[in-house]
DNA sequence: TTTGCTGCAAATAGTTTGCAGAGAC
DNA sequence: GTCTCTGCAAACTATTTGCAGCAAA
């Protein structure tokens, strides 16, 4: 079975389990958010969910991303600009890479990140219960375009 | 000299060789900024200012802030639920370690950070420009609290 | 004196909430 | 049939902006 059909799977369940109901505009935002390999928006949710409904609103948007982080199955992605994007599909915490030309968001994979958190723990005397860690830079595309 | 003296002397240096005016209020701001052990949020600095400077208004804030931000001199921590701290002391990015419990901000020695940044570099095809790494934990003290 | 700065209030943007009707179960 | 969910519009919060008077240089 593919990926993100296992994950909308998983993210039904939870939301059976706890008694919400199913309707059609929580499946549609819960499918793009279990595909979301880019990382999609707010406004990217809304806009391609009113595609099929038309009277679609972002406050459901809203109400419906709220829900699913409550039950850690979206990742929220807050920027310093003040922008949000989701990611539906890797819902724990993973360093990300942002083109600050294209806005692409790619995750690399850093296995001494758990090594470094173990580190700070120590330094600090902190309980480390989670992390953020996003590098900034110019994609390989956009570099080649020079724009 | 102090350090946030330093601090203070090099940020209005580069105001006065941009021809902008030193007001007091002005002068308020940099200096809450420049000492800032405690990553301030603008709401902090009003309240603190307000007790000199009663008619004090938060838009002279946030302008200030820009502005100084515009120099590189201020470094602005947003955070995912929408809250911006400053840091004017050290105003270049840096890892930071959060309590979620009192919200201390600690900065830790963390040298491995180059190297990560140059293997994702690799692995990702980025140009990697600049990064953003976020502990999220509980303090010694809150731990002990137990609240 | 000149020009930028401040304080106030209004505007803005992103997100949340109250309410009445629609729809899932 | 019950109770949650949705859509709409209004409310809300953090930040920005327009403007007239004020003050640094």
New interface residues.
Partial sequence: MADHKKRIEIIIRKLRDNCYKITPQRMAIVDILARSEGHPSVEDIHDQIKKDFPTMSLATVYRNIVLLKSFGEVL???????S?RYDGNKPDPH?H?I??KCKKI?D???D??D???K???V??????????????????SC?AKKV
Same sequence: chains 1, 2.
């Avoid at 330094?123 to 390989?140: K, N, Q, V, Y």
């Fill in positions: 929220e992605l807050g920027f310093p600009d003040g949000n360093p890479v083109c600050i790619v690399p994979d850093l001494i990140l090594e470094m958190t580190k700070v723990a330094e600090t005397d902190f309980t480390i219960l989670r992390h953020r860690l996003d590098f900034f830079g110019i994609c390989s570099m």
